[in-house]
């Protein structure tokens, strides 16, 4: 079936820096999506990719969907403490669900 | 905000017993997904229905089932509830069926004491 794989599990940066988050999957999908979740309330969606190489920013966020279309990736730049939370990729494949990777989460130390 | 309402916020009840979780997606959307997330699992699909039907099914217990309503809404049934099955409960929803965004509620806070 259709899986993703986000690794590693945490990571900790300090504020300013640079983060890049990778997503891999075994099989191809149509659709990546990232989503940033706070303690306690739903993921929100970050930013959509349609297209394979297609390359999208959101302020400080830029994430790509892979030429392979097996991975994608998300960048955080000049990293602020409110960037703390879990970050998830997602995509629909050949069926329609929409599959999460276990997710990323973010530490931004001051 | 999202467009995406869930009630209750959070529910407690014993094992054994049945509950309904409520959704509502984004006007417009004719896509609803239902997802249980646990500390150890992260995000995992249950079900989803596109306008009425369902599309696509997860790993959803045979104790737990789903329905789409004509006005969109959606409802999550979750029966003979064990302690296990204490976790967050998010419903989505988008436009369509697949290659879309979708965009998540607040989630349901299922205890089972």
């Known amino acids: 079936g259709q899986q993703l794989n986000q690794s590693p599990q945490s990571m900790f940066i300090q504020e300013g820096e640079d983060v890049s988050m990778n997503c891999t999957s075994s099989?191809?999908?149509?659709?990546w999506l990232w989503y940033k979740q706070d303690p306690g309330e739903g993921p929100v969606l970050l930013i959509a990719?349609?297209?394979?190489?297609e390359l999208t920013s959101n302020g400080r966020l830029t994430a790509q969907f892979g030429i392979t279309r097996k991975d994608s990736f998300l960048n955080i730049s000049a990293s602020i403490p409110s960037d703390v939370g879990i970050y998830f990729c997602?995509?629909?494949?050949?069926?329609?669900?929409?599959?999460f990777g276990k997710g990323i989460t973010l530490s931004v130390r001051p | 905000d999202s467009g995406v309402t869930q009630t209750p916020k959070h529910l407690i009840t014993a094992t054994g017993q049945r509950v309904t979780l409520r959704c509502s997606p984004r006007?417009?959307?004719?896509?609803v997904y239902w997802y249980q997330q646990s500390l150890d699992q992260g995000l995992q699909f249950l079900i989803q229905?596109?306008?009425?039907?369902?599309?696509a099914k997860g790993n959803i217990l045979e104790r737990f089932s789903a329905q789409q309503f004509p006005d969109l809404h959606s409802e999550l049934n979750l029966s003979s509830l064990e302690l296990g099955d204490s976790a967050l409960y998010f419903c989505?929803?988008?436009?369509?069926?697949?290659?879309?965004?979708?965009?998540f509620g607040q989630g349901t806070r299922l205890t089972v004491v």
């Open positions: 989505a929803s988008s436009v369509e069926i697949k290659n879309t965004e979708a965009f």
């Open positions: 099989s191809i999908f149509n659709t």
């Open positions: 990719l349609y297209k394979a190489g």
């Open positions: 997602a995509g629909t494949g050949a069926n329609s669900k929409l599959t």
């Open positions: 006007s417009g959307d004719l896509s």
């Open positions: 229905y596109y306008n009425g039907e369902e599309r």
